[in-house]
C-alpha cells in the first residue's frame, strides 16, 4: 500500500520561500514519476512539478519555472518541493501523487493528504 505523507506548508510573504517534503512508502523509486500538485480555493487541481527517479529528470509548470525546484533524496523515497519567490497565486493545497505525471493528474491513484501553503501580498 503506497502511502504519501506531506509536510512543509506554512503562511509566508510574498517573496517568501518554504520547503515542501512528501514521503513515500510502499512505493517503488525505480523509475517512477512522483509529482507534486496544488489546487486552489474554487480552482481545479494542478499539475505543479515532476520528478523521474530513473534517469533524473524533471518538469514544471510554466508558472513555476525558475521558482521552484523539485528534488528528491538518494533513496528515491523523500521528494521536495523548493517555493521560492513565493506569490498570492501560488496559495493552495499541494499534494504529492506517486506513479504519474504533472499534466496526467487524472492517472494519479496514490495521493497525499496535502499541505496548506498561503501566500500573503
Known amino acids: 500500500q503506497v502511502q504519501l505523507v506531506e509536510s512543509g506548508g506554512g503562511s509566508v510573504q510574498a517573496g517568501g520561500s518554504l520547503r515542501l517534503s512528501c514521503v513515500a512508502s510502499g512505493y517503488s523509486s525505480s523509475r517512477n514519476w512522483i509529482s507534486w500538485f496544488r489546487q486552489a480555493p474554487g480552482k481545479e487541481r494542478e499539475g505543479v512539478a515532476s520528478?523521474?527517479?530513473?534517469?533524473?529528470?524533471?518538469r514544471y509548470t510554466d508558472s513555476v519555472k525558475g521558482r521552484f525546484t523539485i528534488s528528491r533524496d538518494n533513496s528515491g523515497n523523500t521528494v521536495y518541493l523548493q517555493l521560492n519567490s513565493l506569490k498570492p497565486e501560488d496559495t493552495g493545497i499541494y499534494y504529492c501523487?506517486?506513479?504519474?505525471?504533472?499534466?496526467?493528474?487524472?492517472?494519479?491513484?496514490?495521493w497525499g493528504q496535502g499541505t496548506q501553503v498561503t501566500v500573503s501580498s
Open positions: 501523487a506517486a506513479y504519474c505525471f504533472l499534466a496526467e493528474s487524472s492517472r494519479c491513484n496514490y
Open positions: 520528478i523521474y527517479t530513473g534517469v533524473l529528470q524533471t
